[in-house]
Nanobody
Framework: QVQLVESGGGLVQAGGSLRLSCAAS????????MAWFRQAPGKEREFVSA????????DYADSVKDRFTISRDNAKNMVYLQMNSLKPDDTAVYYC??????????????????WGQGTQVTVSS
């Protein structure tokens, strides 16, 4: 089992920045891809970004490219999402996810075996 706990969300004005953190515990050595998803009210869960255990970044959603940066620190069992130039459309609950094995479908929620509870990000205009 792997437990994921997100933190770092909050209220920020448009143009501001936030850094989300995801702390993993349990059998973390068995995880491969880690990802961030988000879900806004009334919308489906949306892929944001993913990274392999090796540190290779798999992908970013087009809507966040050049604004968000994913990273991970395996020694600390942490995954981060640096979010810059935030927009009101970025408002959502952000979830961390972990896959035991990566099958190449990084943007599919079904690829991931474990999920955190989420952290709220609200961007005011």
């Amino acid at each position: 089992q792997v437990q994921l706990v997100e933190s770092g969300g909050g209220l920020v004005q448009a143009g501001g920045s936030l850094r989300l953190s995801c702390a993993a515990s349990g059998r973390t050595s068995g995880t491969d891809a880690m990802a961030w998803f988000r879900q806004a009210p009334g919308k489906e869960r949306e892929f944001v970004s993913a990274i392999r255990r090796s540190g290779v970044i798999i992908d970013y959603a087009d809507s966040v490219k050049d604004r968000f940066t994913i990273s991970r620190d395996n020694a600390k069992n942490m995954v981060y999402l640096q979010m810059n130039s935030l927009k009101p459309d970025d408002t959502a609950v952000y979830y961390c996810a972990a896959a035991l094995r990566y099958y190449g479908r990084s943007s599919s929620p079904g690829e991931y075996d474990y999920w955190g509870q989420g952290t709220q990000v609200t961007v005011s205009s």
